[in-house]
């Protein structure tokens, strides 16, 4: 079975940091784009950061320069490390893989395996 399991997230003052993980089972994440959403209450889901196949990466200009994705074969498994948090970036986070490979990927209707989300809350 074809399964994305995130985890990491929880309650974080502002200023504070996560690391979110995001593990692969049923298949090798070696040759897909993985890509972190996020959606808010009340909101349409948004592309927070990508990684390719190929190690570039995209991050949204909400987001640049405070989180880093990255990836670990041997775990198989993507991760988003969240730093300087702040309340705005409330919200229920899922990652997802595209089997595209060498290319960052956007478009949320790209991907074909989503995990089911993790809650990031950002609060004092």
């Known amino acids: 079975q074809l399964q994305l399991v995130e985890s990491g997230g929880g309650l974080v003052q502002p200023g504070g940091s996560l690391r979110l993980s995001c593990a692969a089972s049923?298949?090798?994440?070696?040759?897909?784009?993985i890509g972190w959403f996020r959606q808010a209450p009340g909101k349409a889901r948004e592309g927070v950061s990508c990684?390719?196949?190929?190690?570039?990466?995209y991050y949204a200009d909400s987001v640049k320069g405070r989180f880093t994705i990255s990836r670990d074969n041997a775990k198989n498994t993507v991760y988003l490390q969240m730093n300087s948090l702040k309340p705005e970036d409330t919200a229920v986070y899922y990652c997802?893989?595209?089997?595209?490979?060498?290319?960052?990927?956007?478009?949320?209707?790209?991907?074909?395996?989503w995990g089911q989300g993790t809650q990031v809350t950002v609060s004092s």
């Open positions: 997802a893989a595209a089997a595209q490979e060498g290319v960052i990927v956007t478009e949320t209707d790209k991907y074909d395996y």
């Open positions: 990684l390719s196949s190929d190690g570039s990466t």
């Open positions: 049923g298949f090798t994440l070696d040759y897909y784009a």
